[in-house]
């Protein structure tokens, strides 16, 4: 993934899934991620790639002593488009 890059997001509302959005990965302060909207970008409110995981079918939620919970085997919730 690199900037310039294409995704597609589901978007939901209210717990239902209501449609579909592209957006282009930019990189903002060493960060490859998104803006969601015009309003995001002036306010500087952007969503890094990394938050765009949750568990997948494959996952696993785990305890670390001293470090909390966490899920293993993330897959994105985003879908690469072709260039």
């Not at 997001?9 to 490859?32: I, K, N, P, Q, S």
């Amino acid at each position: 993934m690199k900037a310039g890059d294409r995704i597609r997001l589901t978007m939901w509302m209210m717990g239902c899934a209501c449609g579909t959005e592209d957006f282009t990965v930019v990189e903002f302060r060493y960060c490859l991620g998104i803006f969601k909207s015009e309003e995001h970008l002036e306010a500087g409110y952007f969503t890094p790639l990394c938050e765009l995981y949750e568990p997948g079918p494959d996952s696993e939620q785990k305890y670390i002593p001293n470090f909390g919970e966490y899920h293993t085997d993330q897959v994105p919730t985003f879908m690469n488009l072709a260039s």
